[in-house]
């Protein structure tokens, strides 16, 4: 491989610690890579909102790929640079399909900057919650200026049968996807991935996969795992995100992503 260009890596159970820490040996990693001329890319399920509170971690990034590829968003300038939606009619019919198939699903719409729930969605984001509610779910998707991702929650359900269960419907236009969030399905525009958001904010700067560094822990990590020259699943991973990548690294309960960039950077 050659000399990394970008490392880009997910947040939540990857580089984070326990409720979003960036530890100071991450801190410093990340700030010696950057000063070494490598762009640092945040690729997550979260929204931009959550950098008004991690204001260290976005200050460390060159950039942040948010709701799993369908938000570009410029840290240092506070704003979106891309988006990708869901169209609302779409939505609607992949909720139709799931309900009918997984009753105790309630369902919310994430915009990027609020969640609007219909009434019984009971996921609370442990970052930058920000949720409003309407009686149902055609009402929240109306009251909604945009979808970028369709969240369906089941209080105390596990998400791994969730995901094995919407793999199995008949779902027209929409991804399907979760990143370890308890009992939480996401489900976004069809073709819209994290690997295919970095790699289209890569190829706009020259850099092909074989220069890109990726770390990950969960199933949404997959296809960013697969397209990166060299990956690495946290100790921690999930067996799909650990069967994609190349390489594996210590748990973000031992700062493992700053290990493999001090490494990398030797």
């Given at each position: 491989?050659?000399?990394?260009?970008?490392?880009?890596?997910?947040?939540?159970?990857?580089?984070?610690?326990?409720r979003g820490a960036l530890t100071d040996?991450?801190?410093?990693?990340?700030?010696a890579a950057r000063a070494q001329g490598v762009a640092l890319?945040?690729?997550?399920?979260?929204?931009?909102?959550v950098f008004q509170e991690w204001t260290a971690l976005a200050a460390a990034l060159d950039t942040a790929i948010c709701a799993n590829g369908a938000m570009v968003y410029d840290?240092?300038?506070?704003?979106?640079?891309?988006?990708?939606t869901l169209p609302a009619e779409t939505a609607a019919m992949a909720a139709k399909a799931l309900r009918t198939a997984l009753p105790s699903l309630r369902f919310a719409v994430e915009t990027g900057f609020e969640v609007v729930a219909e009434t019984g969605y009971a996921k609370v984001d442990s970052v930058g919650d920000r949720r409003t509610f309407?009686?149902?779910?055609?009402?929240?998707?109306?009251?909604a200026?945009?979808?970028?991702?369709?969240?369906?929650?089941?209080?105390?359900?596990?998400?791994?049968?969730?995901?094995?269960?919407?793999?199995?419907?008949?779902?027209?236009?929409?991804?399907?996807s979760h990143s370890g969030g308890a009992g939480l399905l996401e489900i976004g525009p069809a073709g819209v991935t994290k690997a295919g958001t970095l790699a289209?904010?890569?190829?706009?700067?020259?850099?092909?996969?074989?220069?890109?560094?990726?770390?990950g822990d969960a199933p949404n990590d997959v296809p960013m795992l697969a397209w990166a020259g060299r990956s690495f699943a946290v100790a921690n991973a999930h067996p799909e995100a650990a069967a994609a990548a190349t390489d594996r690294c210590?748990?973000?309960?031992?700062d493992g992503v700053a290990a493999a960039v001090e490494a990398l950077l030797r």
């Open positions: 491989m050659t000399a990394p260009r970008v490392i880009a890596t997910d947040l939540d159970g990857t580089l984070l610690g326990p040996r991450t801190r410093t990693a990340l700030r890319v945040a690729v997550t399920a979260r929204p931009p909102r840290p240092a300038g506070q704003a979106v640079t891309a988006s990708r309407r009686d149902s779910l055609t009402e929240a998707l109306a009251a200026p945009q979808v970028v991702k369709l969240l369906a929650h089941v209080d105390g359900g596990e998400a791994d049968l969730l995901l094995a269960a919407a793999r199995g419907l008949d779902l027209a236009g929409v991804d399907l289209a904010w890569c190829a706009g700067r020259g850099i092909g996969p074989e220069a890109v560094v990726a770390f210590g748990s973000n309960l031992d």
